[in-house]
Protein backbone atom coordinates (compact mmCIF):
# COMPACT_ATOMS: atom_id res chain seq x y z
CA UNK A 1 0.00 0.00 0.00
CA UNK A 2 1.14 2.97 -0.22
CA UNK A 3 1.15 6.07 3.04
CA UNK A 4 0.90 9.63 3.70
CA UNK A 5 3.50 11.17 5.29
CA UNK A 6 2.90 12.46 8.73
CA UNK A 7 3.71 16.25 7.01
CA UNK A 8 0.48 15.22 4.91
CA UNK A 9 -1.32 13.87 7.65
CA UNK A 10 -0.76 17.49 9.32
CA UNK A 11 -1.00 19.69 6.55
CA UNK A 12 -4.87 18.29 5.87
CA UNK A 13 -5.46 18.55 9.92
CA UNK A 14 -4.49 22.39 9.55
CA UNK A 15 -6.04 22.75 6.74
CA UNK A 16 -9.38 21.54 7.95
CA UNK A 17 -9.07 24.26 10.82
CA UNK A 18 -8.34 26.86 8.48
CA UNK A 19 -4.87 26.81 8.82
CA UNK A 20 -2.68 27.36 6.13
CA UNK A 21 0.25 29.88 6.65
CA UNK A 22 1.42 28.79 10.12
CA UNK A 23 4.81 30.52 11.26
CA UNK A 24 7.59 28.84 13.14
CA UNK A 25 8.78 30.69 16.47
CA UNK A 26 12.17 29.00 15.94
CA UNK A 27 14.67 28.28 13.66
CA UNK A 28 13.79 25.11 11.38
CA UNK A 29 15.82 21.98 12.37
CA UNK A 30 17.82 19.82 9.19
CA UNK A 31 16.51 17.49 6.91
CA UNK A 32 12.51 17.62 5.84
CA UNK A 33 11.77 19.88 9.25
CA UNK A 34 8.53 20.07 7.79
CA UNK A 35 8.13 16.43 8.15
CA UNK A 36 9.86 16.04 11.46
CA UNK A 37 7.96 18.97 12.88
CA UNK A 38 4.78 17.24 12.25
CA UNK A 39 5.67 14.33 14.06
CA UNK A 40 6.34 16.29 17.01
CA UNK A 41 3.44 18.25 16.58
CA UNK A 42 1.36 15.29 16.72
CA UNK A 43 3.44 13.79 19.70
CA UNK A 44 2.59 16.80 22.02
CA UNK A 45 5.81 17.96 21.90
CA UNK A 46 4.96 21.29 19.67
CA UNK A 47 1.52 23.31 18.85
CA UNK A 48 0.19 25.46 17.30
CA UNK A 49 -2.35 28.93 18.04
CA UNK A 50 -4.07 30.65 15.91
CA UNK A 51 -3.33 34.31 15.26
CA UNK A 52 -6.33 35.44 17.58
CA UNK A 53 -5.51 33.00 20.16
CA UNK A 54 -2.10 33.92 20.42
CA UNK A 55 -1.02 36.07 23.26
CA UNK A 56 1.18 38.60 21.11
CA UNK A 57 0.97 39.83 17.19
CA UNK A 58 2.90 37.22 15.19
CA UNK A 59 5.16 39.43 12.44
CA UNK A 60 5.10 38.09 8.56
CA UNK A 61 7.49 35.19 7.56
CA UNK A 62 9.55 33.38 4.54
CA UNK A 63 7.89 30.51 2.96
CA UNK A 64 10.25 27.81 4.35
CA UNK A 65 8.18 24.82 2.71
CA UNK A 66 5.07 23.87 1.20
CA UNK A 67 2.77 20.50 1.74
CA UNK A 68 -0.55 20.79 -0.01
CA UNK A 69 -2.17 24.26 0.49
CA UNK A 70 -0.16 24.28 3.66
CA UNK A 71 2.46 27.54 3.28
CA UNK A 72 5.26 26.37 6.20
CA UNK A 73 6.81 30.11 7.22
CA UNK A 74 9.83 31.13 9.34
CA UNK A 75 12.16 33.59 9.43
CA UNK A 76 11.26 37.96 8.44
CA UNK A 77 9.46 38.11 5.28
CA UNK A 78 6.57 39.37 4.13
CA UNK A 79 4.04 36.67 3.94
CA UNK A 80 1.17 37.14 6.94
CA UNK A 81 0.91 34.23 9.41
CA UNK A 82 -2.66 33.13 10.19
CA UNK A 83 -1.19 30.98 13.38
CA UNK A 84 2.24 30.13 14.98
CA UNK A 85 3.96 27.12 15.85
CA UNK A 86 5.74 27.09 19.41
CA UNK A 87 7.59 24.53 21.17
CA UNK A 88 4.69 23.43 23.79
CA UNK A 89 1.07 22.17 23.70
CA UNK A 90 -1.39 24.68 21.36
CA UNK A 91 -4.58 24.88 21.09
CA UNK A 92 -4.82 22.65 17.77
CA UNK A 93 -5.81 19.12 18.57
CA UNK A 94 -3.66 16.71 16.85
CA UNK A 95 -4.85 13.84 19.00
CA UNK A 96 -6.97 12.35 16.37
CA UNK A 97 -4.13 11.97 13.74
CA UNK A 98 -2.66 8.38 13.37
CA UNK A 99 0.81 7.20 11.99
CA UNK A 100 1.23 3.79 10.83
CA UNK A 101 3.75 2.98 8.98
CA UNK A 102 6.23 0.59 8.11
CA UNK A 103 9.44 -0.09 9.91
CA UNK A 104 13.18 -0.03 8.59
CA UNK A 105 15.68 -1.78 10.39
CA UNK A 106 19.37 -2.81 9.10
CA UNK A 107 20.50 -6.32 10.27
CA UNK A 108 23.81 -6.29 11.67
CA UNK A 109 24.57 -9.90 11.62
CA UNK A 110 27.15 -9.54 8.95
CA UNK A 111 29.45 -6.55 10.82
CA UNK A 112 32.35 -8.77 12.14
CA UNK A 113 33.31 -9.45 8.31
CA UNK A 114 33.57 -6.02 7.70
CA UNK A 115 37.16 -4.28 7.58
CA UNK A 116 37.54 -1.10 9.68
CA UNK A 117 36.91 1.01 6.85
CA UNK A 118 33.82 -0.48 6.13
CA UNK A 119 32.83 -0.37 9.51
CA UNK A 120 33.09 3.36 9.89
CA UNK A 121 31.09 4.08 6.37
CA UNK A 122 28.51 1.38 7.63
CA UNK A 123 28.03 4.08 10.93
CA UNK A 124 27.84 7.42 8.74
CA UNK A 125 25.28 5.34 6.70
CA UNK A 126 23.28 4.24 9.52
CA UNK A 127 23.16 7.63 10.96
CA UNK A 128 22.11 9.19 7.36
CA UNK A 129 19.33 6.01 7.15
CA UNK A 130 18.09 6.96 10.18
CA UNK A 131 17.77 10.52 9.44
CA UNK A 132 15.95 9.90 5.82
CA UNK A 133 13.41 7.86 7.33
CA UNK A 134 12.71 10.80 10.24
CA UNK A 135 12.52 13.03 7.17
CA UNK A 136 9.29 10.65 5.36
CA UNK A 137 8.17 9.01 8.30
CA UNK A 138 9.26 9.02 12.12
CA UNK A 139 11.80 8.30 14.22
CA UNK A 140 10.10 5.66 15.74
CA UNK A 141 10.25 3.91 12.12
CA UNK A 142 13.85 2.53 12.75
CA UNK A 143 16.39 0.42 14.12
CA UNK A 144 18.71 -1.86 14.16
CA UNK A 145 19.29 -5.55 15.10
CA UNK A 146 21.46 -8.90 15.30
CA UNK A 147 24.32 -6.68 16.49
CA UNK A 148 27.27 -8.37 17.91
CA UNK A 149 28.92 -7.51 21.69
CA UNK A 150 31.63 -6.27 19.03
CA UNK A 151 29.43 -4.19 17.17
CA UNK A 152 27.98 -2.72 19.45
CA UNK A 153 31.25 -1.44 21.13
CA UNK A 154 31.68 -0.10 17.97
CA UNK A 155 28.85 1.79 17.46
CA UNK A 156 28.95 3.01 21.07
CA UNK A 157 32.72 4.20 20.65
CA UNK A 158 31.90 5.67 16.93
CA UNK A 159 28.12 7.82 18.19
CA UNK A 160 28.58 10.39 21.10
CA UNK A 161 27.28 10.72 23.83
CA UNK A 162 25.05 7.40 22.46
CA UNK A 163 23.46 5.34 19.60
CA UNK A 164 20.93 7.75 18.06
CA UNK A 165 18.65 5.43 16.98
CA UNK A 166 17.28 1.71 18.92
CA UNK A 167 19.19 -1.08 18.63
CA UNK A 168 16.65 -4.55 19.57
CA UNK A 169 17.58 -7.88 19.99
CA UNK A 170 14.52 -9.37 18.10
CA UNK A 171 12.38 -8.53 14.95
CA UNK A 172 8.85 -10.43 16.09
CA UNK A 173 5.23 -9.12 16.06
CA UNK A 174 5.41 -8.25 12.29
CA UNK A 175 2.63 -9.37 9.60
CA UNK A 176 5.36 -9.69 7.22
CA UNK A 177 9.33 -9.33 6.77
CA UNK A 178 10.88 -8.63 3.82
CA UNK A 179 14.17 -8.39 2.66
CA UNK A 180 16.05 -6.10 0.11
CA UNK A 181 18.04 -8.20 -1.74
CA UNK A 182 19.61 -7.45 -5.38
CA UNK A 183 19.88 -11.01 -6.00
CA UNK A 184 16.54 -11.87 -5.13
CA UNK A 185 14.42 -13.16 -7.83
CA UNK A 186 11.33 -11.19 -7.29
CA UNK A 187 11.12 -7.18 -7.36
CA UNK A 188 9.98 -5.08 -4.15
CA UNK A 189 6.65 -3.54 -4.49
CA UNK A 190 4.03 -1.22 -2.32
CA UNK A 191 1.05 -4.00 -2.59
CA UNK A 192 3.18 -6.29 -0.06
CA UNK A 193 3.68 -3.99 2.65
CA UNK A 194 1.14 -2.72 4.95
CA UNK A 195 1.66 -0.39 8.11
CA UNK A 196 2.64 -3.49 10.03
CA UNK A 197 5.68 -4.68 7.56
CA UNK A 198 9.38 -4.99 8.50
CA UNK A 199 11.59 -3.96 5.82
CA UNK A 200 15.07 -4.85 6.15
CA UNK A 201 18.33 -3.92 4.24
CA UNK A 202 22.06 -5.12 5.22
CA UNK A 203 24.61 -4.04 6.72
CA UNK A 204 26.78 -4.52 4.07
CA UNK A 205 29.55 -2.03 3.31
CA UNK A 206 31.77 -3.97 0.59
CA UNK A 207 34.50 -1.84 -0.88
CA UNK A 208 36.22 -4.86 -2.81
CA UNK A 209 33.55 -7.30 -3.96
CA UNK A 210 33.94 -9.72 -0.71
CA UNK A 211 30.99 -9.87 0.38
CA UNK A 212 28.65 -10.06 -3.05
CA UNK A 213 25.53 -11.95 -3.03
CA UNK A 214 26.09 -12.15 1.01
CA UNK A 215 22.39 -10.77 1.73
CA UNK A 216 20.71 -14.23 0.85
CA UNK A 217 22.25 -15.24 3.98
CA UNK A 218 20.20 -12.93 5.65
CA UNK A 219 16.56 -14.39 7.29
CA UNK A 220 16.56 -16.98 4.55
CA UNK A 221 12.89 -17.66 5.71
CA UNK A 222 11.52 -14.46 4.84
CA UNK A 223 10.41 -12.68 1.65
CA UNK A 224 13.59 -11.33 -0.33
CA UNK A 225 12.78 -8.71 -2.98
CA UNK A 226 15.44 -6.52 -5.21
CA UNK A 227 15.01 -2.87 -6.66
CA UNK A 228 15.58 -2.70 -9.96
CA UNK A 229 15.30 0.27 -13.04
CA UNK A 230 13.80 -1.62 -15.69
CA UNK A 231 15.10 -4.90 -14.58
CA UNK A 232 18.51 -3.45 -14.25
CA UNK A 233 19.98 -3.94 -10.85
CA UNK A 234 23.36 -2.25 -11.53
CA UNK A 235 22.19 1.42 -11.36
CA UNK A 236 20.40 1.31 -8.50
CA UNK A 237 22.67 2.90 -5.49
CA UNK A 238 24.27 0.86 -3.33
CA UNK A 239 24.70 2.64 -0.03
CA UNK A 240 21.81 1.56 2.73
CA UNK A 241 20.80 5.14 3.35
CA UNK A 242 19.96 5.59 -0.65
CA UNK A 243 18.47 2.40 -0.52
CA UNK A 244 15.79 3.35 2.00
CA UNK A 245 15.61 6.72 0.56
CA UNK A 246 14.35 5.16 -3.18
CA UNK A 247 12.15 3.16 -1.10
CA UNK A 248 10.65 5.61 1.22
CA UNK A 249 10.11 8.03 -1.74
CA UNK A 250 8.47 5.13 -3.40
CA UNK A 251 6.28 4.35 -0.60
CA UNK A 252 4.87 7.62 -0.20
CA UNK A 253 4.46 8.62 -3.87
CA UNK A 254 1.73 8.27 -6.19
CA UNK A 255 4.63 7.18 -8.30
CA UNK A 256 5.94 3.72 -9.58
CA UNK A 257 8.99 2.16 -8.67
CA UNK A 258 11.19 2.81 -11.99
CA UNK A 259 9.96 6.65 -11.73
CA UNK A 260 10.89 6.84 -7.88
CA UNK A 261 14.66 4.98 -8.98
CA UNK A 262 15.33 7.21 -11.84
CA UNK A 263 15.01 10.67 -9.47
CA UNK A 264 17.02 8.86 -6.83
CA UNK A 265 20.14 7.50 -9.01
CA UNK A 266 23.07 9.02 -7.74
CA UNK A 267 26.25 10.00 -9.71
CA UNK A 268 27.99 7.54 -8.29
CA UNK A 269 24.99 4.87 -9.42
CA UNK A 270 25.53 5.95 -13.02
CA UNK A 271 29.01 5.70 -12.91
CA UNK A 272 29.14 2.50 -11.74
CA UNK A 273 25.96 1.11 -14.12
CA UNK A 274 27.85 2.90 -16.72
CA UNK A 275 31.38 1.50 -16.66
CA UNK A 276 29.35 -2.27 -16.10
CA UNK A 277 27.95 -1.62 -19.40
CA UNK A 278 30.88 -0.41 -21.28
CA UNK A 279 33.07 -3.41 -20.03
CA UNK A 280 30.79 -5.59 -21.34
CA UNK A 281 29.05 -4.06 -24.19
CA UNK A 282 31.89 -2.19 -26.04
CA UNK A 283 32.60 -3.39 -29.56
CA UNK A 284 36.07 -4.20 -30.78
CA UNK A 285 37.93 -3.16 -33.97
CA UNK A 286 41.21 -3.95 -35.09
CA UNK A 287 42.20 -0.80 -37.56
CA UNK A 288 45.76 -0.99 -39.00
CA UNK A 289 47.15 -2.80 -36.25
CA UNK A 290 45.47 -0.91 -33.10
CA UNK A 291 42.70 -2.26 -31.46
CA UNK A 292 39.88 -0.26 -31.17
CA UNK A 293 37.02 -0.35 -28.72
CA UNK A 294 34.11 1.05 -29.77
CA UNK A 295 29.54 1.73 -28.88
CA UNK A 296 27.32 2.27 -31.54
CA UNK A 297 25.91 5.36 -31.76
CA UNK A 298 22.32 3.53 -30.81
CA UNK A 299 23.17 2.69 -27.22
CA UNK A 300 25.22 6.06 -26.86
CA UNK A 301 21.66 7.83 -27.39
CA UNK A 302 20.12 5.36 -25.20
CA UNK A 303 22.33 5.57 -22.59
CA UNK A 304 21.68 9.25 -22.42
CA UNK A 305 17.90 9.70 -22.78
CA UNK A 306 17.46 6.79 -20.27
CA UNK A 307 19.45 7.88 -17.69
CA UNK A 308 20.30 11.93 -18.24
CA UNK A 309 23.89 10.86 -18.82
CA UNK A 310 26.27 14.12 -19.75
CA UNK A 311 29.57 13.61 -21.09
CA UNK A 312 30.96 13.94 -17.80
CA UNK A 313 29.84 10.82 -16.92
CA UNK A 314 31.67 9.26 -20.73
CA UNK A 315 34.56 10.97 -19.72
CA UNK A 316 35.02 9.65 -16.91
CA UNK A 317 33.95 5.91 -17.38
CA UNK A 318 36.17 5.63 -20.52
CA UNK A 319 38.98 6.10 -17.98
CA UNK A 320 37.80 2.55 -16.77
CA UNK A 321 37.81 0.96 -20.35
CA UNK A 322 40.80 2.63 -21.42
CA UNK A 323 38.96 5.12 -24.21
CA UNK A 324 36.43 4.11 -26.73
CA UNK A 325 34.59 5.50 -29.94
CA UNK A 326 30.80 6.06 -30.91
CA UNK A 327 30.09 4.64 -34.11
CA UNK A 328 27.22 4.78 -36.80
CA UNK A 329 25.61 1.77 -37.67
CA UNK A 330 27.53 2.15 -41.53
CA UNK A 331 30.72 1.20 -39.67
CA UNK A 332 30.04 -2.69 -40.19
CA UNK A 333 29.88 -2.17 -43.83
CA UNK A 334 33.75 -1.28 -43.76
CA UNK A 335 34.43 -4.67 -41.88
CA UNK A 336 36.47 -6.87 -44.03
CA UNK A 337 36.77 -10.09 -41.74
CA UNK A 338 36.49 -10.95 -37.58
CA UNK A 339 39.12 -12.38 -35.56
CA UNK A 340 39.23 -13.39 -31.52
CA UNK A 341 41.69 -11.43 -29.22
CA UNK A 342 41.36 -12.96 -25.37
CA UNK A 343 38.37 -14.66 -26.26
CA UNK A 344 36.61 -11.42 -27.40
CA UNK A 345 35.34 -11.30 -31.53
CA UNK A 346 37.11 -8.34 -32.90
CA UNK A 347 36.27 -6.80 -36.01
CA UNK A 348 38.92 -6.14 -38.96
CA UNK A 349 38.31 -2.90 -40.10
CA UNK A 350 39.47 -2.29 -43.73
CA UNK A 351 38.54 1.68 -43.36
CA UNK A 352 37.70 4.02 -40.81
CA UNK A 353 36.98 7.83 -41.82
CA UNK A 354 35.90 10.59 -39.63
CA UNK A 355 32.45 9.63 -41.06
CA UNK A 356 31.70 7.12 -39.23
CA UNK A 357 32.56 8.46 -35.67
CA UNK A 358 29.97 10.66 -34.00
CA UNK A 359 32.36 10.97 -30.08
CA UNK A 360 35.09 9.90 -28.61
CA UNK A 361 36.38 9.60 -25.57
CA UNK A 362 37.96 10.51 -23.56
Known sequence: MKFKSPKVLVSEKLISEGIKTPKLLFNPGRGDFFNRLAYRLVKGE???????????????????ARCKDVRLLAFRGDVEADAAVVRRRGSVDFSEVRFEYPDFAVDMSLFNRLLPSER???????????????????????????????GKK???????????FPVREEISSYSQVVVLDPNAEEEFTHEEVDGNTLIVVG??????????????????SFKHRKITYKGIVS????????????????LTSPDDLYTVVKRNLTRDSKLRFLREFLEDRLERFLYRGELLRGLPEEKFNWLKEEFDLTDFFFRKAAKHVSGFFVFRESLFGKVKSETVKRKKRVFVLEELTDEDVVAKYP
Open 235 to 250: VVPDRINEIIKIVADY
Open 120 to 150: KSLMVQLEIAYGTVKDFFTPENFFVFNVSPE
Open 203 to 220: GIVDSSQRLKGSTRELLP
Open 154 to 164: FMEGFFFPEVP
Open 46 to 64: YGVFRADEFDEPIRPGKVV
